[in-house]
């Protein structure tokens, strides 16, 4: 068959016409975050998603680093999480500052050594 021919099936079947398709994302797997053992990260085109758990010591902050397949964002990412620690609850806050890979959270209420689940999506 011609080109001709196949455009005019994929015109009859409304396709994607040709070298109109997405290009395949990018995707990074999961990776371990440095800093935290039980933490991943994994980036699929532009999406971010940070998974896993961290434990905050005595200090009440940790400082964890992506790893350098991860892209950096170019705005902040921050937040904050609500945990069940114990007989009560926790808050913790998040931020990655913008153009870097660093994330620091931060125990709000003053809960430390304690281990905290994390599920985070961003964009980048």
């Known amino acids: 068959k011609t080109d001709n021919d196949k455009k005019k099936i994929r015109n009859n079947i409304d396709a994607e016409q040709k070298g109109m398709c997405e290009p395949k994302w990018h995707d990074t797997l999961w990776c371990p975050v440095i800093g935290a053992d039980g933490l991943f990260v994994r980036q699929k085109g532009n999406m971010v998603?940070?998974?896993?758990?961290?434990?905050?010591?005595?200090?009440?902050?940790?400082?964890?680093?992506?790893?350098?397949?991860?892209?950096?964002?170019?705005?902040?990412?921050?937040?904050?999480?609500?945990?069940?620690?114990?007989?009560?609850?926790?808050?913790?806050?998040?931020?990655?500052?913008?153009?870097?890979?660093?994330?620091?959270?931060?125990?709000v209420n003053g809960h430390q050594n304690c281990k905290i689940d994390i599920s985070l999506i961003y964009m980048v």
């Open 49 to 107: 998603c940070l998974q896993g758990w961290v434990e905050i010591g005595d200090e009440s902050s940790l400082i964890i680093t992506l790893p350098q397949e991860i892209a950096m964002s170019s705005f902040d990412i921050c937040g904050s999480l609500m945990v069940k620690i114990n007989n009560g609850i926790g808050m913790f806050s998040y931020k990655i500052a913008k153009n870097t890979r660093q994330c620091t959270i931060t125990a």
